[in-house]
């Protein structure tokens, strides 16, 4: 866990695209806690075997808003609450969006091609469900380390200070590692991640070369 190392003066509660994802999956998660099935609503969550069936494809979109467990769902939401402010501010809220939902659907994609391609473990994972805002947040990632790369992270229980970027690439290299070789020790999705985060950096280049760096200079909304 990290926290931006110094107040860059941008509100939180004024990037409304980020203040209604994050009560868009805390909502989710009561309501799956609150399911009398005990099950937490996993019919909702995205099975790669079903959508290459051509069966509840929907569930690409709203397996985005789940998560498993408390753990799963407070680190998810304060890593997105750290750097989610950044992007919309940076972004545009319209843009931020479009990014958000597409690094989402691109890291479940991901994670759906890696149960075909990769071998041996790789079928045995298509019938298990998968859900959690993880992609998503990993294109959030990228977008913040092409943005704010010189901006410092904190790391939690340290007075250790490193760049964003620095922090940002050396998580996208293990999650890289893992993806290859620790899916089936984990039980994480972690072509989901490296999937969200390649979708989330070419939507940042893109922006980033249209607008250059204009965005640094944007009236903050303190």
Partial sequence: MVFEASDDKISFIKQFFSVIILVANILV?????LDPTGQ?????AFVPAEFFAGEKQWTIF???FMHGDFMHIL???WFFIVITDNCEHAMGHTFYLIT???????GSLAHAFSTIMIPIWGPMLSSIPSLGASGAIFGLMA???ILYPRNKFLLLG???VVSAGYFIVTYFIAELTYAFFAFEMSGTAHFAHVGGF???AVLAVVFKAVRGSSYMNKKKES
């Fill in 143 to 145: 977008v913040y380390m």
């Fill in 75 to 77: 680190m998810n939401m």
């Fill in 29 to 33: 998660f009561i309501w799956q806690v």
């Fill in 100 to 106: 958000y939902l597409v690094s989402g659907l691109a």
């Fill in 198 to 200: 390649l979708a989330g």
């Fill in 158 to 160: 340290s007075t250790r």
């Fill in 62 to 64: 709203t397996s985005m």
């Fill in 40 to 44: 937490m609503h996993i019919e909702y």
